[in-house]
């Protein structure tokens, strides 16, 4: 996550939206996910985490885009369906994780969006 953070970051500067590596790295992520998920349910705080921030830059506005304002602000990568299905997935596993309220007031607020 942090290579596919990194190079969004980047692309944002630049004013583009996705470029090819940051969309390798995220699928790279998404499939390092699902790797692990394969061998069982893993709701540990890596894998929260990574999934919440796979759901937060499909929507998060980007305050760093030129011309950025909040009437017509500009997404990080504006999925909704991909942050749909991430945020399932993240509302899933904090279920069976034990609830919202089981996790650290960190990864609390990392998955607050």
């Known amino acids: 996550m942090i290579l596919c953070s990194s190079a969004l970051y980047v692309d944002v500067q630049k004013g583009n939206l996705e470029s090819q590596e940051a969309l390798y790295h995220k699928v790279e992520a998404i499939h390092e996910v699902n ?14 985490g990574t999934v ?13 885009v030129a011309g950025y304002n909040s009437d017509s602000a500009k997404f990080v990568l504006g ?17 069976l994780r034990g609830g919202f309220d089981i996790l650290s007031r960190g990864l609390q607020k990392k998955t607050c969006m």
Do not use: F, T
């Not at 919440?52 to 760093?64: D, F, G, Q, R």
């Open 35 to 48: 790797r692990r998920l394969q061998h069982g349910p893993d709701m540990s705080n890596a894998i929260i």
């Open 52 to 64: 919440s921030y796979l759901a937060k830059i499909e929507v998060k506005p980007s305050c760093h």
């Open 79 to 95: 999925n909704q369906e991909m942050w749909l299905i991430h945020m399932k997935g993240l509302v899933q596993m904090i279920e």
